[in-house]
């Protein structure tokens, strides 16, 4: 009754028409939060679950919504409508999926304030350890449920692949007409067919390399998370909590995609403080040599020191007694700095590499 109050004085300060642009930007920030609605109404004030029609054609959950409460709330012309009558067909399409979920709020975007420098591209990245510490504590609270990644398991009738990539392309779908991949710091997992923002007027300066910006490893950071650090992360069973799960493994892997990609920042900002060190070795596509060029060891054992740390805090069990100390975690802290040391790091310098070896792609040679 009190989210019921909050959310309807919420939206009724906004015009009845222009309600779903809250709705998009729910879905934007939100990503995937432990189920799948089909909007028939502006608030999730009651959630009745229903019978899959078999018509539908996402049949995994159908939950419906009421419209009572909008009716009561809202101006006599309004009154007794749906809230999907509102919604427009190019963006949402009435009553089809959206894929919410609620989360933190996420760090200050350096585009926001166009101040690049190492310092400043480090500064995110630290804040961005908090984000993936946070998210991997939440993951390992569900076993692995692995019918979720299973081939084998056709948990969505009529749609190829595992459950988990149908929610993340479905994810996807909505965050990208609400803006979401016009942020060079977000990469799609499956940018292919994916539909234009229905925001028109959010811009981002440019600060990356037009050619290089399009590095996309996250093919390799899907098979790095689900075949070789999941099982180290979680126990093994099933409790058949698979909405939760999969909202989870979406967050965390969005988080470590962003974190990973951020090496084209990285990379965007040595090469702009010494584009004497880069160029011949990227005319030379010399690999090893720019990997050697961009490597700090010194840097990375601090990150390691530090993510373990966090892991430590951040998963600490809470007790009154303040002399109490199990010695025990929601997570090993010691796992935390074994994914920073052998796939978010080494993963952020490939990244790193491929965006320089593009570096000058579109740039005039200079004539001796």
């Not at 049949?59 to 427009?88: K, M, R």
């Not at 981002?204 to 899907?222: E, G, K, R």
Request: glycine share 4%.
């Amino acid at each position: 009754p009190f989210t019921r109050i909050l959310v309807r004085n919420f939206l009724h300060s906004f015009p009845v028409p222009h309600t779903h642009h809250f709705w998009l930007y729910v879905c934007s920030v939100a990503q995937l939060h432990a189920t799948i609605l089909f909007v028939t109404s502006p608030v999730p004030l009651s959630f009745l679950p229903t019978k899959i029609p078999e018509s539908q054609d996402i049949p995994v959950f159908n939950l419906h919504l009421t419209d009572s409460a909008f009716s009561e709330s809202s101006s006599s012309q309004h009154a007794g409508n749906s809230y999907a009558d509102w919604i427009p067909r190019h963006s949402l399409q009435k009553t089809r999926c959206i894929i919410c979920m609620a989360t933190a709020v996420e760090e200050r975007s350096l585009l926001e304030t166009a101040e690049f420098t190492l310092d400043s591209v480090r500064q995110s990245l630290t804040g961005q350890e908090d984000t993936i510490v946070y998210r991997l504590i939440e993951r390992a609270k569900f076993p692995l449920n692995s019918r979720l990644y299973d081939q084998k398991y056709e948990l969505v009738p009529g749609s190829p692949g595992t459950l988990i990539q149908f929610l993340f392309k479905q994810t996807e779908i909505v965050q990208a007409k609400a803006g979401r991949y016009l942020n060079p710091e977000e990469t799609p997992f499956f940018p292919e067919n994916l539909p234009p923002s229905v925001i028109q007027d959010r811009t981002y300066p440019v600060f990356l390399h037009l050619p290089a910006a399009s590095v996309n490893v996250n093919n390799i950071i899907w098979d790095v998370y689900f075949n070789k650090f999941l099982p180290l992360l979680v126990k093994p069973g099933d409790d058949g909590n698979y909405a939760a799960t999969s909202a989870s493994d979406i967050e965390l892997l969005q988080a470590l995609s962003r974190r990973i990609h951020y090496g084209k920042f990285v990379a965007e900002v040595k090469y702009r403080e010494a584009p004497h060190e880069y160029e011949p070795l990227i005319r030379a596509k010399d690999r090893n040599a720019l990997m050697n060029l961009l490597t700090f060891k010194k840097q990375e054992e601090m990150v390691m020191r530090r993510v373990e740390k966090k892991g430590m805090v951040f998963g600490q069990y809470v007790s009154l007694n303040d002399t109490e100390s199990t010695g025990k975690y929601k997570i090993d802290p010691s796992l935390v700095s074994q994914l920073y040391e052998k796939w978010v790091m080494p993963l952020t310098k490939d990244v790193e590499v491929e965006y320089l070896l593009k570096r000058l792609d579109g740039e005039q040679k200079q004539v001796p």
